[in-house]
């Protein structure tokens, strides 16, 4: 290549770049938004303690996931809907004593308060002993299951179907009422799995009984930003350039 060619390659690309640099640039900004997750149902619920609440001096409990529960006898999936409020009222108060609000016992019992709260008609004997089978299956000696469901047996007749033990409260907003998710259903359960065989397998998909209320998210518009060659000089100028 002669100097000539060269002289006249490098001039090109002096020009090019030239151009380029002068060319109007245009950025778009697009806003992603960010959904949290959805909470999975617990197969083992803690209850959360409502603070400054209770009923007849008995303390109020609630839930921050759905609670699914099958009892293998009948084959009912019975799913407790978060924020359902519990104070094991359904438990008379001489059985309410075997009752730890952190134990086996207590899952067993917010099943059972749930069938109460339900009120399906002429189920109340199949609700305590879907209690009592799951008092054992969670591990509940039977000396003290038998005692418990003995108890509910007896006395909790008073306690089932009660139009005020249909109760929702959000734990993180515990002054505000909450409306119901939705209306009382006729029965607790809200499939038939003979034996609950893969119960557990359908869980673990992700199911949910209850599906949440798809969240409301804003999203602002797209912001386009153009940049011109003279924008750079601007700033580079004493008396120019970007406003701190």
Known sequence: ???RSKLSLA???????AVAGCTTTKETTVFVPVVAPTPPS??????VMLFNQSKEGRKLFTLEAEFPYCDVETGKVIVVPR???TDFASVPWYGQGFIDPQGP???AAIVHDWLYAVGEKDKRAEADAIFLRAMLKYGVKPFQANLAYQAVKTGGEKGYGLPGDWRFIDP?????SQPPPFARPRTGAVRIMPRCQGF???????????????????????VTT???????VKERLPWGGKKK
């Open 42 to 47: 617990s197969l083992t619920p803690q209850p």
């Open 1 to 3: 290549m002669t100097l």
């Open 226 to 232: 153009t940049r011109t060659p003279m924008d750079g």
């Open 172 to 176: 993180r907003r515990q002054t505000v």
């Open 11 to 17: 001039a090109a690309l002096t020009l090019g770049l």
């Open 105 to 107: 016992t207590a899952r």
């Open 83 to 85: 924020w359902y409020v």
């Open 200 to 222: 557990e397998a359908l869980i673990q998909t992700g199911w949910r009984a209850y599906p949440l209320p798809a969240p409301v998210v804003v999203t602002p518009p797209a």
